[in-house]
């Protein structure tokens, strides 16, 4: 059912759930708490202001209700708890005024005003509960809907629309609940037994979906025999030789491997891991060229367009003295463009094609794809890199990741993979220094920034929302360009990059930024991953706690790309404990393993662009002896073929893996 139909929901709620993925009552249902209060009995003497509260009582008065903003309502009465008398208001549930007549007995539940001797109630129960605590979901807010607003949004869902996937043998392996009912008690759990249940079942059915398609995945690419090719290894040592600076010794180990891999019969699967900076691209390019060599198409996909393009004018400079193809395919070219694109990938006229991961929609039909490089792998889900490795033949497959996954992970998820690592930089680079500063601190982050400009050097500033919302008070980038141009307009250009601009802004302002003629960039984190500018020293993050220790150094590593001492200075007035590791250590490993304890694996996969690592309930970390039991149990059901009994799964592996 469309979200826009449920009742309580206006055009103003429905764009703001549509925009944040919830397009049907069944997405939202699958929009789980993130924690749950548990509140227990109440003793009104007890309580203090907006305490959360249960409480017995009869019905006083015949209820009144408001109505406003068109499809809101307030509904209140007076209520005696036999000790007190207390105004009650509940938002939204006019339909229970036939309910509530003088003399009912009522059980609330929500929060005591004590100020003003009223209960703020979030549910009405009729029968009488049992004296036990009643556990309360909490839902993260979407785009200023409050936890109580989707609440009474679920609790208005009549029909749970649920599909099982977990078949019945392991659903009775485990004492697995009904999904049905999982779903109805993680949102209103009666119990915290109830809560457990439907944990287990729903964290089960999470991981083991995710290792059936990894499973499926590893199978797929078993036994298959990848290219052959010829390749004149001293064209690549000359290529090699022709580059500006010399590869250091991790970047040429990375590139000899392969260079094994693509020349040999196997298919190539290999993950290059390596901190920001540590050269990754290079050996993307270097491995590129190899694949040119043998007479095969290249695709190489990164997350975002600014990096796309910034790949583009990089390779298109690298390889300007060669007969080689290169173009762009992102989501915001025209229908045309695109067209002509996908045409001229049949054609063979693109010999390396650099996009989004519009390379891998419906019209793409490559000619002779011979290998694939995702940059920044951790940020694509699974089902993004599967549709792109069916696209080719069997084309090797080359990641690139700055995200150090630690080891026993990786290999439970990347089990028959090679990796390579890159650990030393390329010589001749500072450390980043590191500040953390409050926001009374502002004139001394400017006089800092002074220095920088007066060097002619260039600075990031990192904003984190464009749009101002009333709810959370966040420097803006609007406002930031303000202030910023108060204080330096006069001396240096400013420019201003956001999510919601048009790319061929974008592409300006980034082109003007890398040619030296905007001195102060401030951006969303669209800048995040891989932008490489070496004149800029400075980043400046804005509300620093907002940001995931990993995610701050990803935007740490935009500057110190070269032999001058940059600088990084993180805004904030919460969260200094937390943020504080990153002032001492500019090891992405130590920084990523911090964040992992504090948060989980969320962060560490990248959350902005959820891939399939992002779990709605389970933790990779708290959850990993589930996600063990579920990698062996989606083992068997592939191996034994078991799986063709279940035709949801089937589908399922079919709509994002071949399944030959
Ligand atoms: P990342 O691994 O984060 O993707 P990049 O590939 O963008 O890093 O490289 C960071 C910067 O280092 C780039 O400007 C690149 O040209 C430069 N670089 C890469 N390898 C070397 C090297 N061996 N010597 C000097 N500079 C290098
Ligand atoms: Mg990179």
Do not use: W
């Not at 069916?390 to 995200?403: E, F, M, R, V, W």
């Not at 080891?407 to 890159?422: E, H, K, N, P, Q």
């Not at 040619?515 to 980043?539: F, Q, R, Y």
């Amino acid at each position: 059912m469309d979200i826009g139909t449920l009742k309580g929901i206006g055009p103003k709620t429905e764009k703001i759930l549509k925009s944040n993925g919830i397009m049907t009552t069944k997405d939202l249902i699958s929009y789980y708490p993130f924690r749950y209060d548990v509140i227990k009995r109440s003793n009104i003497e007890e309580l203090v202001q907006d305490d959360k509260i249960i409480i017995d009582g009869i019905v006083e008065s015949k209820p009144s209700v408001f109505f406003f903003n068109k499809k809101m309502n307030k509904m209140s009465f007076k209520f005696n708890t036999g000790n007190y008398l207390m105004n009650v208001v509940i938002f939204n549930r006019g339909f229970l005024k036939s309910k509530i007549n003088p003399g009912a007995t009522l059980t609330l539940i929500g929060k005591f005003d004590k100020i003003h001797n009223t209960i703020v109630a979030s549910d009405i129960r009729f029968s009488k509960l049992p004296n036990i605590p009643v556990i309360e979901p909490i839902y993260h807010a979407i785009g200023g809907i409050s936890s109580n607003q989707i609440r009474g949004y679920i609790n208005n869902i009549d029909f749970y629309e649920v599909e099982e996937y977990v078949p019945e043998y392991l659903k009775e392996k485990y004492k697995l609940i009904e999904k049905e009912e999982a779903v109805l008690n993680i949102h209103n759990p009666k119990s915290e037994l109830d809560l457990k249940k439907a944990q287990a079942y729903l964290k089960y059915e999470e991981l083991f979906l995710f290792m059936l398609k990894m499973n499926s995945l590893k199978r797929n690419k078993k036994n298959k025999v990848g290219l052959s090719r010829v390749v004149d290894k001293k064209l690549v040592i000359d290529f090699i030789k022709s580059l500006p600076f010399e590869l250091t010794e991790d970047q040429s180990k990375c590139v000899d491997k392969i260079y094994e891999d693509l020349t040999d019969i196997n298919r190539m699967n290999r993950l290059v891991q390596g901190d920001v900076g540590s050269g990754k691209t290079i050996v993307a390019i270097i491995a590129l060229y190899i694949n040119f060599l043998s007479g095969y198409q290249g695709a190489l996909m990164a997350p975002t367009e600014v990096l796309a393009n910034q790949h583009l004018i990089n390779l298109k400079n690298i390889f300007k003295d060669y007969n080689i193809n290169v173009e762009l395919l992102t989501g915001s070219l025209k229908v045309s463009e695109k067209k002509a694109i996908y045409k001229k990938l049949e054609n063979k006229e693109i010999d390396i094609i650099i996009g989004t991961h519009a390379l891998i929609s419906e019209g793409v039909n490559y000619n002779n794809l011979g290998l694939v490089i995702t940059d920044e792998q951790h940020r694509f889900g699974v089902n993004q890199r599967s549709n792109l490795k069916n696209k080719g033949i069997t084309p090797d497959i080359l990641y690139l990741s700055a995200t150090p996954i630690p080891r026993t992970y990786a290999l439970t998820i990347y089990g028959d993979m090679d990796v390579s690592s890159i650990k030393t930089m390329p010589s001749g680079r500072k450390e980043v220094i590191t500040n953390l500063k409050t926001s009374n601190q502002i004139k001394e982050l400017l006089e800092l920034m002074y220095q920088e400009i007066k060097a002619k050097h260039q600075i990031y500033v990192i904003a984190p929302l464009i749009e101002e919302s009333d709810r959370i008070d966040l420097e803006n980038v609007n406002e930031l360009e303000e202030k910023m141009t108060s204080a330096f307009g006069k001396i240096c250009k400013i420019g201003v990059m956001h999510g919601k601009m048009e790319k061929s802004e974008k592409d300006k302002v980034m082109q003007d930024f890398k040619n030296g003629d905007i001195t102060i960039l401030i951006s969303t984190t669209v800048i995040e991953v891989g932008v490489d500018v070496k004149n800029a020293t400075m980043m400046v993050i804005f509300d620093a706690y907002r940001f995931g220790l990993s995610q701050l150094h990803q935007l740490r590593g935009r500057v110190g790309r070269n032999d001058l001492q940059s600088y990084c200075v993180l805004v904030s007035d919460k969260e200094a404990e937390r943020l504080d590791i990153m002032t001492k250590t500019t090891d992405g490993f130590k920084i990523s393993e911090e964040d992992f304890k504090l948060r989980g694996s969320g962060d560490l996969f990248g959350v902005r662009q959820s891939g399939d690592m992002n779990f709605r309930l389970a933790d990779f970390k708290t959850d990993f002896n589930i996600l063990l039991k579920a990698k062996e149990d989606t083992l068997e059901l592939l191996e034994t073929n078991k799986i063709i009994k279940y035709e949801n799964l089937v589908n399922l592996l079919n709509s994002s893996v071949n399944l030959d």
